[in-house]
Nanobody, 126 residues
Framework: QVQLVESGGGLVQAGGSLRLSCAGA????????LGWFRQTPEKAREFVAG????????YYADSVKGRFTVSTDNAENILYLQMISLKPEDTVIYYC???????????????????WGQGTQVTVSS
């Protein structure tokens, strides 16, 4: 049974930092595209950052480039999202997701992912 469990969310002031973690069970991270997504009640879920299983290339949404860094510890099956220079508009629920043996070209495609975590809330105060 596959499980993805996010942690590390919380309340931070604008300009601050947080590191999100996503612990995986029942799957081998090195065989999956791994992504971070975020969603507010008013908007559709959007891609934030991801790592492809081929070549372990990283990808970012324009809105977070230079501020967020995605990484993995494949030995421990943990996906990370280091976030710095946080802004109030980063206030949303963040989700991690895994897509088995997927092409890197679809890493940002929300509908392609096989497994999702339950989400962790990030709140950035101004």
């Amino acid at each position: 049974q596959v499980q993805l469990v996010e942690s590390g969310g919380g309340l931070v002031q604008a300009g601050g930092s947080l590191r999100l973690s996503c612990a995986g069970a029942g799957l081998i991270f090195s065989r999956y595209n791994l992504g971070w997504f975020r969603q507010t009640p008013e908007k559709a879920r959007e891609f934030v950052a991801g790592i492809s299983w081929i070549g372990r290339s990283t990808y970012y949404a324009d809105s977070v480039k230079g501020r967020f860094t995605v990484s993995t510890d494949n030995a421990e099956n943990i996906l990370y999202l280091q976030m710095i220079s946080l802004k109030p508009e980063d206030t949303v629920i963040y989700y991690c997701a895994a897509d088995l043996l997927a092409p890197k070209q679809i890493i940002a495609a929300t509908g392609e992912y096989d497994y999702w975590g339950q989400g962790t809330q990030v709140t950035v105060s101004s």
